[in-house]
């Protein structure tokens, strides 16, 4: 098993493009979560799902917007990139109580 | 909103024991985790323990968790280069987990 995988690992936009960050997992889980992660802040939760085609915002969701048309991805969207998304982005998935994380993407909008 | 604390570093010798804290708010909470961040790389689970526990011991990690005063600590015994990471708090009392910012753990040789 992969496990939780994300696409790609590395991207620097400009102020304005937008983007999608895929996070695929192959272990049948029901719940998926997109978190931020910047100095000194911790883990900030974006987005969720709970399940297939179901999505909720959490702490921190604007200037976001996700999918999760198939069970397996989750994807992550900005449709117009600011310089305050700068962070390292990632994704996990659980079932119970353990959450699995995916190994990040650094994400730099100049 | 519930928050988590934790403090940001702690430093130790090769082989002497750790003792990373977190105090959290929320009352209700029913798991507390500590997850493991080496660098470059996602968050590891290290160990969970369920409230109504006030220790839980698994090989070089000891938990104890006191209700009372929301305080959650993690001792790694007898600590080593390989432990040098950043240590989440996390509680997952709604839902949802809500981390603490971290505690970067340097091992010193």
């Known amino acids: 098993n992969a496990g939780v995988t994300q696409t790609p690992k590395f991207r620097v936009l400009k102020t304005g493009q937008s983007m999608t960050l895929l996070c695929a997992q192959d272990m049948n889980h029901e719940y998926m979560y997109w978190y931020r992660q910047d100095p000194g802040m911790g883990l900030r939760l974006i987005h969720y799902s709970v399940g297939e085609g179901t999505t909720a915002k959490g702490e921190v969701p604007d200037g976001y917007n996700v999918s999760r048309l198939k069970k397996q991805n989750f994807l992550l969207g900005l449709e117009s990139a600011a310089p305050s998304q700068t962070s390292v982005y990632f994704c996990?998935?659980?079932?119970?109580?353990?959450?699995?994380f995916g190994p990040g993407t650094r994400l730099t909008v100049l | 909103g519930e928050d988590v604390e934790q403090s940001l570093f702690l430093s130790v010798r090769e082989g002497d024991s750790s003792v990373i804290n977190c105090t959290y708010t929320d009352s209700s909470s029913t798991y507390l985790y500590w997850y493991k961040q080496e660098p470059g790389a996602g968050l590891q689970l290290l160990t969970y323990i369920f409230s109504n526990m006030d220790m839980k011991q698994d090989q070089r990690l000891t938990v104890l968790l006191n209700k009372k005063d929301k305080h959650l600590s993690l001792r790694i015994a007898d600590t080593q280069t390989g432990d040098s990471a950043i240590y989440f708090c996390a509680d997952g009392s709604q839902g949802n987990l809500i981390f603490g910012k971290g505690t970067k753990l340097s091992v010193k040789p």
């Open positions: 996990a998935s659980s079932y119970a109580e353990e959450q699995f």
